[in-house]
Every structure is written in structure tokens, then in C-alpha cells.
């Protein structure tokens, strides 16, 4: 059973990049490979050439013209055998080294695709790092702005139940509030943007590294593909999905202790072709607000048309192909939907689907109908 390449080499996190330094490694030493056979052949050609050559001289040597009758005709035959034997090695040797003039320019091939690969690659890699490194500064800016707010309040609380305070006193401190509320929101603001902005960027990222890995499976399917790559994938696979996005969290959901006071959060999830997050809901789970039956949408259950190939990686998931038509009964807020088709229910991503319009329906039903004709 052949094993999913594009999905054994992600990151555990944002800041991991072993998975593609180990794809990175396999084509160097694929490179380093072709180098090896290149200097096998040439050695091997050297040696047929030399071999050819001397069994040329030896034939066009050796005496023998005071012979007469059938022995000289004998001996001239042998003769005659081992130069066209050493002319067999020459040609060989020729043949080898045009092999190996192929071997080099199949390794100059693999060269560019590799350099393009890394450029494809390195190219969202910096942003993306950089995006994310300031992400979690304006994170920590923000949960600081927001402290100061909440200390400066309570000041103000303090000075207000004094009956000693002077009125500047008091204007002083509410000012100060003031002041450390406007930074907190402005901090908050700039959080949620670059939230926002590293979650597009990591959508552009995932699907370039999956086309990457797809270029990279396709370069090394040369020999027995399914035995080589499921050996790759043993030997150097990192994380078979990709790392956890970065969530919002607002910081009234904080507690002192720096846990979780209520959950609130909004779930950044990315949904690709041949891609599964843990993101969806246990099985069994109906809570408030999590999904939505399709009746109470109106119209009762709906059809959608499969749009991608999806296998499903849990119990609870539904394995569906593309063209496939199926019944949706229930609309998760997280991106996952229960579909049924032929009889079975099961989580499907909705950004594999798309809706079948009733007049698309009513003209496939007129196709049907025995007595269709277009062109009338």
C-alpha cells in the first residue's frame, strides 16, 4: 500500500522545518547518486575501451604467415574473432559513455528543478516566519496593553472611593485610563489583523508545500515507486499534518493564572484538497451552536456535488470521491458537515462540496427521460 507523500513531512510547528529539509536532502543525495553512477560507467568505459583496444593489437600482431592449408585458415579465423571481439568492447565503451552524457544531463535537470523547488519554497518560508514572529509580539503587546488598562481602571476605582483626592488628582487617573484603554484597543486591533493575515498566508504556504511535495514525489518515481517512497517516508517522515494555526484570544477570556476563563475563540482553519485538521467536533457531539440540521434551513436535506477526493482519517469522517452526490443533514460552524451516501453517515470538509442548483437537477432528469432529444 502506497503511502500519501505530500502529507509525512510537515512541521510540528510554525518554527520546524525538518520535514522539508529532509525532502531537501533526498534530492541532494539523489544528486550526489547520479554522480556516483556517472563515475561507474566512466570507469567502466575506460576499462571496455582498453580491454577492446588491446585485443585489436593482439589480433593485428600475432604472425603465423609461414602456415598453409586449413591450419593457416584456422588461425587467420582466430584471429579474425578476437579483433572483432575487441571492436564488440570499443563500441560498448562508446555506448556507455553516451549513457553517461544522459545520466549528466538528467542530473543538470533534477539541479534546476531542485533550485526552483527551494526558491518556490524559501519564498513564502521568510514571510511566513516573519509573519508569525510578529504575530506573537503584537500577542504579547496586546495581553500587556490590555493589563495596563484593567490596573489603570482599577486605580481609578481606588481614587473615586477616596473622598481625600483632589478632582486633578482623579482627572489625572481617568485620563490615564483613558489613554491605556484607546492603546489596548488599537493593540487588540493590530492582533486580530496579523491573526487574519498569517492565516492567508499560511493557506498560500500549505499549498505550495503540497504541490512541492507532489513535484518531489514525481522526480523520485523512477524505480519502484511504491517500495522507495514508502522506504523515504519510514526513514525521514516528520508530521502528517500541518501545524496548528494561530488563534485569537481575546484577553477577557484570561484568568490570572493565565488560563482559560471561558472558551471563545475563533478557530482559524485552512481546508485544502487532501488535507484534515483536528478541528472538527467528537463524535456524537451536538452542542449549541456547533451544528445546524438541514431542515431547520428550510427545504429539508440537501444535495451537494463532490468537488475533491476526500478519505477519511477518523471513525466518525466520510470517505466521498469527486462526482459523487450526497445528502447533507447537519452543518457544523467548524467547516464539517454529515453527509450520507449510500446508506452510511459521516463528517465531510464542506470546502469539498458544492451545492446542486434545482434547476441542475431538472435538466439531468430531462436527460434521463427516454425521450430527450436536444436537438429538437
Given at each position: 500500500m502506497a503511502l500519501l507523500f505530500c502529507d509525512a513531512?510537515?512541521?510540528?510547528?510554525?518554527s520546524d522545518q525538518s520535514g522539508y529539509e529532509a525532502i531537501l536532502q533526498r534530492l541532494q543525495d539523489g544528486r550526489h547518486m547520479c554522480k556516483d553512477v556517472e563515475e561507474l560507467l566512466k570507469m567502466r568505459?575506460?576499462?571496455?575501451?582498453?580491454?577492446?583496444?588491446?585485443?585489436v593489437a593482439i589480433a593485428r600482431k600475432a604472425e603465423g604467415q609461414t602456415e598453409i592449408g586449413t591450419l593457416k585458415a584456422s588461425f587467420d579465423k582466430l584471429k579474425a574473432e578476437i579483433e572483432k571481439t575487441g571492436n564488440l568492447h570499443i563500441q560498448l565503451s562508446e555506448r556507455i559513455k553516451e549513457e553517461v552524457q544522459k545520466i549528466e544531463a538528467f542530473?543538470?535537470?533534477?539541479?534546476?528543478?531542485?533550485?526552483?523547488?527551494?526558491?518556490?519554497?524559501?519564498?513564502?518560508?521568510?514571510?511566513?516566519?516573519?509573519?508569525?514572529?510578529?504575530?506573537?509580539?503584537?500577542?504579547?503587546?496586546?495581553?500587556?496593553?490590555?493589563?495596563?488598562?484593567?490596573?489603570?481602571?482599577?486605580?481609578?476605582?481606588?481614587k473615586t472611593n477616596v473622598t481625600t483626592s483632589t478632582h486633578r488628582q482623579s482627572?489625572?487617573?481617568?485620563?490615564?485610563?483613558?489613554?491605556?484603554?484607546?492603546?489596548?484597543?488599537?493593540?487588540?486591533?493590530?492582533?486580530?489583523?496579523?491573526v487574519d493575515q498569517l492565516e492567508k498566508m499560511c493557506q498560500d504556504w500549505e499549498s505550495t508545500y503540497r504541490s512541492?511535495?507532489?513535484?518531489?514525489?514525481?522526480?523520485?518515481?523512477?524505480?519502484?515507486?511504491?517500495?522507495?517512497?514508502?522506504?523515504?517516508?519510514?526513514?525521514?517522515?516528520?508530521?502528517?499534518?500541518?501545524?496548528?494555526?494561530?488563534?485569537?484570544?481575546?484577553?477577557?477570556?484570561?484568568?490570572?493564572?493565565?488560563?482559560?476563563?471561558?472558551?471563545?475563540?475563533?478557530?482559524?482553519?485552512?481546508?485544502?484538497?487532501?488535507?484534515?485538521?483536528?478541528?472538527?467536533?467528537?463524535?456524537g457531539s451536538n452542542s449549541a451552536g456547533s451544528y445546524t440540521s438541514a431542515q431547520?434551513?428550510?427545504?429539508?436535506?440537501?444535495?451537494?456535488?463532490?468537488?475533491?477526493?476526500?478519505?477519511?482519517?477518523?471513525?466518525?469522517?466520510?470517505?466521498?470521491s469527486k462526482g459523487q452526490v450526497v445528502t447533507i443533514t447537519e452543518k457544523g460552524e467548524d467547516g464539517w458537515w454529515r453527509a450520507w451516501r449510500d446508506g452510511i453517515s459521516g463528517l465531510v470538509p464542506k470546502t469539498y462540496l458544492t451545492k446542486i442548483s434545482v434547476q441542475s437537477q431538472s435538466t439531468r432528469l430531462v436527460a434521463a427521460h427516454p425521450d430527450y432529444n436536444p436537438i429538437k
Open positions: 513531512f510537515w512541521g510540528t510547528d510554525f568505459a575506460l576499462a571496455e575501451e582498453k580491454y577492446g583496444r588491446d585485443l542530473r543538470e535537470h533534477q539541479r534546476e528543478q531542485r533550485k526552483k523547488l527551494e526558491e518556490i519554497i524559501e519564498k513564502l518560508q521568510k514571510p511566513k516566519m516573519l509573519l508569525h514572529k510578529k504575530t506573537m509580539e503584537s500577542k504579547r503587546l496586546y495581553e500587556q496593553r490590555f493589563k495596563e488598562a484593567e490596573e489603570a481602571e482599577q486605580a481609578v476605582g481606588k482627572e489625572k487617573v481617568m485620563s490615564r485610563a483613558r489613554l491605556c484603554r484607546q492603546a489596548a484597543n488599537l493593540a487588540e486591533k493590530q492582533y486580530k489583523w496579523n512541492a511535495c507532489e513535484e518531489v514525489r514525481k522526480i523520485l518515481e523512477q524505480c519502484d515507486i511504491i517500495t522507495d517512497n514508502n522506504c523515504f517516508i519510514k526513514m525521514k517522515k516528520t508530521a502528517c499534518r500541518p501545524p496548528a494555526l494561530i488563534e485569537f484570544r481575546s484577553y477577557s477570556d484570561l484568568n490570572a493564572n493565565g488560563g482559560v476563563r471561558r472558551v471563545e475563540t475563533k478557530r482559524l482553519s485552512v481546508m485544502l484538497p487532501g488535507m484534515s485538521f483536528s478541528a472538527y467536533p467528537e463524535t431547520q434551513t428550510g427545504g429539508g436535506p440537501e444535495k451537494y456535488m463532490v468537488l475533491y477526493d476526500f478519505k477519511a482519517q477518523e471513525d466518525d469522517e466520510l470517505s466521498i
